[in-house]
């Protein structure tokens, strides 16, 4: 056996999941690929300072021969047909449970974003993976209160989300290294579930987050070729769909899928990564990427149509799906009038992605599940998805999606605060282990507090004028947090999570990710 070291604490029945086979299938994996991964994040760094320099962004014409070519990704596989509805959620029992028996057709079961890597958390979200893929999920509430799989009818197609390429797993050590968190997240996954998977009818499937281009989808491909060789499963079985939610990554839908090969299976819209990804990459391109307030750029900007329009005439082309993005309001169930405006936000966002030709979308809530089965019920009648519906018309260019100057709406005082607290009480949730949050009737994640401190820091640097006539600077940011954290009150871990928005948001250099300097600070 190779070097592989635990360095977390324990966590009950870890066991069941951390035994010497699967982490040895872990340590090959990192062992394999863990140096292509440093490369391929040295390459990121490499291409952001060529487009800071450029102060621009296009199609590459080294791949044209790919976006030229005639080629299909396979059909879709069992369980993947018909994605209509998608619920999203962190692999914590309860939530699971939930998730599993709300009648969606998938569940995009969250290893990334909506789940902080605390090391429990890791764990026990690979054992609730284990036991919902045999139907053996079950959870009892310090009050009694019990929360069982139903037994009446097919669950949903689970697909885990691992970790994106940038993050380490520093409890798990190969040959005195953090391994890769996405190696971590995908390889215990699979070397537990993948044969139960295809026993059942259905197939070890992934969500794959934060990829900058086609390179990274590559990688994803060889690894998974190596670990369908390992584990003796069919060619081809493991099939993932990628989140386009960086702006390079934009600009290589097609080379992404292409690259991914017979594991590919359809692309996915985000929001706010995506944003985020634009904040970072044009940070110091001058005023005309400053966008406004965060909560004014909605998905009808022109700026993000082109986006989702290219995203479902990319995926149709090939043969993928389009799945759309989520949905973050949250009903009430004790206020009727702020769950009529939560439904009827949510009705309005899946009537237009069913009808621009999405196959699917997400939602974060399991009352919503009727409202887009609903939306998309409407649109594609007894049909499993509208792969067939091709999108002509639709011939987007770089400066379609580069329009950041012709996204509506403006800077306000009012955007700062917001940006500034729900970062803050993100953040104090998230270093206390919950990385799903509702906070103001919205489901909030990590990508929330990216391009919150994101917006922030590039409003410092461009010195951007508010609606109230102020300039923000640093004095003013810090003002703001003071007032918004007074506000707050009494909140576990809000200090470090103040400390914490302040470093990332008012750094000189701007970090690449707060996840990074935040994992420092959870055990």
């Not at 299938?25 to 140096?35: C, H």
């Not at 940038?166 to 040959?175: A, G, I, K, T, W």
């Not at 329009?403 to 949730?429: K, Q, S």
Request: with cysteine; glycine share 8%.
């Amino acid at each position: 056996m190779t070097d592989v070291r635990v360095e977390g604490p324990d966590v009950e029945r870890g066991g069941e999941v951390l035994t010497p086979e699967a982490l040895e299938f872990v340590a090959d994996l990192q062992r394999r690929f863990g140096a292509q991964r440093d490369a391929l994040l040295a390459a990121r760094a490499t291409r952001r300072a060529e487009i800071a320099t450029a102060r621009w962004l296009d199609f590459r014409p080294e791949t044209a021969d790919v976006r030229d070519g005639d080629w299909q990704v396979p059909p879709p596989p069992p369980g993947l047909v018909d994605r209509r509805v998608e619920i999203t959620g962190p692999t914590e029992p309860k939530m699971a449970v939930n998730a599993l028996n709300c009648g969606a057709d998938v569940w995009l079961a969250d290893l990334e974003d909506a789940n902080t890597p605390h090391w429990r958390n890791v764990v026990t979200g690979q054992q609730v993976l284990r036991d919902a893929v045999r139907r053996q999920l079950a959870f009892t509430t310090p009050e009694g209160r019990e929360y069982r799989l139903r037994e009446d009818g097919d669950l949903p197609t689970i697909v885990p989300r691992p970790r994106g390429w940038h993050l380490p797993e520093r409890h798990l050590l190969v040959d005195g290294q953090p391994a890769v968190g996405a190696l971590v997240d995908a390889g215990l996954y699979l070397f537990h579930n993948a044969a139960e998977q295809l026993e059942r009818g259905s197939g070890p499937y992934f969500y794959l987050p934060k990829m900058e281009g086609h390179l990274e989808a590559g990688l994803w491909k060889v690894v998974f070729d190596h670990a369908e060789q390992v584990l003796g499963i069919p060619e081809g079985s493991i099939r993932a769909t990628m989140l386009i939610e960086t702006i390079p990554a934009a600009f290589e839908m097609e080379e992404m899928l292409h690259a991914l090969g017979s594991h590919a299976t359809g692309l996915n819209a985000g929001r706010w990564d995506y944003l985020f990804s634009v904040i970072k990459v044009f940070r110091e391109a001058g005023p005309e990427f400053v966008l406004p307030d965060r909560a004014a750029v909605t998905m009808t900007a022109p700026m993000m149509r082109a986006y989702t329009d290219q995203l479902v005439a990319v995926c149709h082309r090939r043969g993928a799906m389009a799945i759309g993005g989520m949905a973050a309001a949250i009903p009430s169930r004790k206020d009727a009038e702020a769950n009529e405006r939560a439904v009827a936000k949510v009705r309005e966002d899946k009537t237009r992605e069913a009808g621009d030709g999405f196959d699917g979308s997400w939602v974060a809530h399991p009352d919503l599940v009727p409202v887009c089965r609903e939306a998309f019920d409407a649109v594609l009648g007894g049909r499993p998805n509208q792969l067939d519906r091709q999108r002509p018309e639709v011939s987007v260019t770089a400066a379609q999606l580069l329009d950041v100057a012709g996204v509506p709406g403006g800077r306000t005082l009012t955007g700062l605060r917001a940006n500034v607290e729900v970062a803050i009480r993100y953040l104090a949730a998230w270093l206390g282990g919950n990385g799903a949050v509702g906070i103001h009737g919205l489901m909030e994640d990590a990508a929330t507090a990216e391009i919150s401190r994101s917006q922030v820091w590039q409003w410092v640097h461009a010195g951007v004028e508010l609606d109230t006539g102020e300039t923000v600077t640093e004095d003013l940011v810090r003002r703001v947090v003071a007032e918004e954290v007074e506000g707050i009150g009494d909140l576990p871990h809000l200090d470090d999570a103040r400390r914490l928005f302040e470093q990332v948001a008012l750094a000189q250099d701007f970090p690449d990710f707060l996840t990074l300097p935040a994992y420092e600070l959870i055990d």
